[in-house]
């Protein structure tokens, strides 16, 4: 019983980057956006999250809306590959994992940030539930636990309930369309590159502040990637990938209970158990779902003012 209520109480911990990235993901392929960059964002917001807590004197606060902004930053990269260029959006999204990858490698080198210990935030009880006996440790985490299922409330509301929902929804269904309609279609997609793109580097920042507390390079370890994978999975909608956040933090957050209980696995096939069941789902979603009608139409399409359909 201890170790499943241990267990259970460490899945938001594992979860919630998982919830993030693949929101920020949604928000980003609404427009018609491709986004294959998550595991280089999240990489950019964990050592930006860790420079800034280091430089700011231990503010956790200012550490994660740093890492946001840095996301953001360099998400505009992307933006101009794709929106103003028009490279392919697969291969600039690739291209950007790689550029993320060796940049924060080596300014977490030339900064002499690396296991750099970091304070984080503090575990908040969520009182009168915490004072339950046996089960109240299951309610006892830090704030952005908390706050990551009102941000997807308030994503859903935004994108379902809202004009501007509406109009982020028509950029990435038909953008020759909206763009008839007087919406720059290009302006929208740069703002959810950017909006998105700061979810997945707090998400970066959550693993690297407040779950390791420290920076180590590539420390996202493909977590980017099974965001990507999770997004399919969803269909592109963000209660879905909450689900399915939840599903892939229940087998990350049992690999070390597995361990402290003395069951001994190979150490490689502990690592490839998340890949393993990412590819599982993938394929499972293949054979379910044949039905094309959730994704945004013109994903990875690249919209030309002049063009008409």
């Not at 998982?18 to 949604?26: K, N, P, R, T």
């Not at 917001?45 to 800034?52: P, R, V």
């Amino acid at each position: 019983m201890t170790m499943l209520i241990s267990w259970v109480g460490n899945i938001p911990d594992f979860a919630v980057p998982f919830a993030l990235a693949a929101l920020g993901l949604i928000l980003i392929e609404r427009t018609g956006v491709l986004a294959l960059g998550a595991e280089g964002l999240m990489l950019v917001g964990a050592l930006s999250g860790i420079g800034a807590s280091i430089m700011t004197g231990g503010s956790t606060v200012w550490a994660l809306v740093i890492a946001m902004i840095a996301a953001a930053v360099v998400s505009q990269l992307f933006a101009l590959m794709v929106l103003v260029m028009r490279i392919n959006q697969v291969i600039s999204g690739l291209a950007l994992v790689f550029f993320c990858q060796g940049l924060t490698g080596l300014l977490g080198t030339l900064m002499n940030w690396t296991n750099k210990p970091v304070q984080g935030l503090q575990a908040l009880p969520l009182w009168p539930l915490s004072e339950l006996p046996l089960v109240g440790k299951l309610f006892v985490h830090n704030p952005v636990v908390y706050l990551t299922p009102i941000v997807f409330l308030l994503a859903v509301l935004v994108l379902n309930r809202t004009v501007l929902g509406l109009r982020v929804r028509a950029v990435g269904e038909n953008p020759q369309a909206a763009d008839a309609a007087g919406i720059s279609v290009l302006a929208y997609r740069c703002a959810a590159i950017a909006a998105g793109s700061a979810l997945i580097g707090l998400a970066g920042a959550y693993i690297s502040v407040l779950s390791t507390k420290m920076w180590v390079a590539d420390m996202i370890g493909g977590r980017g990637w099974i965001a990507v994978a999770l997004v399919i999975f969803a269909r592109w909608a963000p209660w879905k990938a909450l689900a399915g956040a939840v599903l892939f933090g229940c087998i990350e957050a049992l690999i070390p209970q597995m361990a402290a209980s003395g069951i001994r696995l190979p150490q490689y096939f502990v690592f490839m158990t998340p890949y393993a069941v990412t590819l599982g789902v993938m394929i499972w979603v293949a054979i379910v779902s044949r039905d094309n009608s959730s994704q945004p139409g013109a994903l990875g399409e690249p919209f030309i003012r002049e063009e008409r359909r």
